[in-house]
């Protein structure tokens, strides 16, 4: 697949996925269509035999989500992107593409819960095993591989540990058992950063985070760095038939045009936020790849171009006490989902992580008393105010 990857990342943003629009448009048009009329006989069967360019069926491919694919391949530097109807869908057709029966998984453990919860129950069914790990210590990767182990997934900075593992490191491992490395980039975008640079062999968001951005879609995306991969990955997404709508891919393509300024900002908001919690005398604890006090702070500053908008904290009172803050927050929402224009504030362990076993939570660091900001781009005065009157109340 071409690119035109010579444009710096904001020329990208605005210019990458846009073909030259016969009509003009300065926008990429919604081809808000389920089927492509053929030619004739002959070309509709070289577009079937993959002869020819032309579109088929929209489960199979559409110019819309074509553009949304080129645009984020473009900008995690991988080849080719297929596009599917959400973060989820982005999971399991991984899953499908890359493992069958008697092969074996090492995966982050404090992956976003679902990730986990599918393995666990669907996979297993099939035959598959699964390791779960905290990829940050490398010593665990080298031990968790077995002779079966196909596959390394890695999500960095976890949902919600805010926990760091070091890509390039555990691709070098990876590699030399000749595992296929996936990294879930959702918490970052590829704004700050960009695995397939780093090793990774596939990338995938959850795009109904950071890349829209506007809590208003929930779609996914995978990437992968080579032709060989991008081939296993489509026919999975085919077959299993979680296409993205055409729709869905144009609310995207015009979400993902401003990504660097709203991360610039809900990032510049989120130090201020961490910097003023860490200093609260209700705080016991604040978890910001942005803060120093953060464990891996000097692996996010080289690994990362930024420390993004995603907090996790705990308070001295606890579980009890963040029932308190979540309940009387005002300006911030309380819901699920991360990495829009808008301040959220949850807690993972009745609501994102609920379906981990108490003791698998545990393990992964997800305590009762965590609490996950994600930070919005509004008035940083008005997200501290806000904070400030709900942690008076405990
Ligand atoms: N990966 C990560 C890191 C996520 O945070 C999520 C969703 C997914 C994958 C799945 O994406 P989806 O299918 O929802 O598009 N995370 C959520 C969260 O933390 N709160 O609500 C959803």
Not at 121 to 132: C, I, L, P, R
Request: aromatic share 8%; glycine share 10%.
């Amino acid at each position: 697949m071409e690119h035109n990857n010579d444009l710096g990342f904001n020329s990208l943003l605005i210019h990458g996925g846009m073909g030259v629009d016969p009509m003009g448009s300065a926008t990429v048009p919604i081809y808000q269509t389920s089927t492509f009329a053929f030619e004739n006989v002959d070309e509709g069967a070289r577009c079937f035999a993959g002869e020819s360019k032309g579109y088929m069926y929209t489960r199979i491919g559409n110019p819309t989500i074509s553009a949304l694919e080129r645009q984020i391949a473009i900008l995690e530097k991988g080849f080719g992107a297929v596009a599917v109807s959400s973060g989820m869908a982005a999971v399991s057709t991984i899953y499908m593409s890359f493992l069958k029966t008697g092969d074996h998984i090492v995966s982050t453990d404090a992956v976003y819960g679902p990730s986990r919860g599918i393995m666990e129950s669907y996979f297993k069914k099939f035959g598959v095993e699964s390791t779960y790990i905290n990829t940050g210590n490398l010593d665990a990767v080298r031990q968790a591989i077995k002779p079966n182990t196909k596959m390394l997934f890695i999500e960095t900075p976890t949902n919600p540990t805010m926990e760091i593992s070091d890509i390039k490191a555990c691709c070098e491992i990876a590699h030399q058992h000749g595992l296929v490395v996936v990294v879930d980039n959702t918490f970052s975008s590829p704004y700050l950063q960009r695995p397939i640079e780093l090793g990774a062999d596939v990338v995938f968001h959850s795009m109904t985070k950071f890349i829209n951005g506007h809590a208003d879609i929930v779609a996914g995306i995978i990437i992968t760095k080579n032709e060989e991969l991008y081939k296993i990955v489509r026919p999975t997404m085919v077959g299993m038939g979680c296409n993205m709508d055409p729709h869905q891919a144009y609310m995207v393509l015009r979400g993902v045009k401003t990504l660097s300024i709203r991360i610039d900002r809900a990032q510049s908001n989120s130090m201020k936020v961490a910097e003023y919690l860490e200093n609260h005398p209700k705080v016991e604890w604040v978890k910001y790849p942005g803060l120093k006090s953060h464990p891996q702070y000097e692996l996010a500053k080289k690994q990362m171009d930024g420390p993004g908008a995603m907090i996790s904290f705990g308070l001295k009172g606890g579980l009890d006490a963040g029932k308190v803050l979540m309940n009387n927050v005002k300006l911030a929402l309380l819901a699920v989902s991360l990495g829009g224009i808008e301040t959220l504030i949850q807690h993972p362990a009745s609501m994102t992580h609920s379906k981990m076993s108490k003791d698998a939570r545990e393990k992964a660091g997800i305590t009762d008393g965590l609490v996950r900001f994600s930070v919005g781009i509004e008035d940083i005065k008005d997200i501290i105010n806000d904070l400030n009157q709900a942690l008076a109340k405990i």
